[in-house]
């Protein structure tokens, strides 16, 4: 891995310190795992499969695969490789999908600052979620219902 460049790179694209820090971890775990399981020496030789093999073996071994791909992501991104820029983004999406499905949508009543009167109204109208608000309000005519 090209630290010094990748580093670089995210600095002029306004990462945080930590937000480099976090992305240089990511992509060493990586890397890593590449070399322990893979027996490839470095991330700018992996394959899209091995990138599919790490999202399987971190989904049971790491805390947050997405967050990892988000960094490898951005490390192809600088590097120009199309190819795993494309499918570290693929993955990701496929991720989040995922886990969108599986959230329990935030309760009204949960919202700060929001007046209790109108989660009332809302309620009245079997409005009880921030999923369903969003539903309800999705066009000029259901938000005038």
Same mark, same amino acid.
């Given at each position: 891995?090209?630290?010094k460049?990748?580093r670089?790179?995210?600095?002029?694209h306004?990462?945080?310190?930590?937000?480099?820090?976090?992305c +240089?971890?990511f992509?060493?775990?990586f890397e890593?795992?590449?070399? !322990?399981?893979?027996?490839? /020496? *470095?991330v700018?030789?992996? @394959?899209p499969d091995?990138?599919?093999?790490?999202?399987s073996?971190?989904?049971k071994?790491l805390k947050? +695969?997405?967050s990892?791909?988000?960094g490898?992501?951005?490390?192809? !991104?600088?590097?120009?490789d /199309? *190819?795993?820029y494309?499918v @570290?983004?693929d993955l990701?999406?496929?991720?989040?999908?995922?886990?969108?499905?599986k959230r329990?949508p935030?309760d009204?009543?949960k919202i700060?600052?929001?007046?209790s009167?109108?989660?009332?109204?809302l309620?009245?109208?079997?409005?009880?979620?921030?999923?369903?608000m969003?539903?309800?309000?999705?066009?000029k005519t259901?938000?005038?219902e």
């Amino acid at each position: 891995m090209d630290e010094k460049g990748f580093r670089e790179f995210l600095r002029k694209h306004g990462r945080s310190k930590s937000a480099i820090e976090s992305c +240089i971890g990511f992509v060493r775990k990586f890397e890593d795992y590449l070399q !322990e399981h893979k027996d490839v /020496k *470095e991330v700018d030789k992996a @394959t899209p499969d091995d990138i599919r093999e790490f999202v399987s073996w971190g989904k049971k071994e790491l805390k947050s +695969i997405n967050s990892y791909l988000w960094g490898i992501h951005r490390y192809y !991104e600088f590097t120009s490789d /199309k *190819e795993m820029y494309r499918v @570290t983004l693929d993955l990701r999406r496929q991720e989040i999908e995922e886990r969108r499905g599986k959230r329990k949508p935030l309760d009204l009543k949960k919202i700060q600052g929001v007046a209790s009167k109108h989660v009332e109204r809302l309620e009245s109208l079997g409005i009880i979620n921030v999923k369903q608000m969003i539903e309800a309000g999705r066009t000029k005519t259901q938000r005038q219902e």
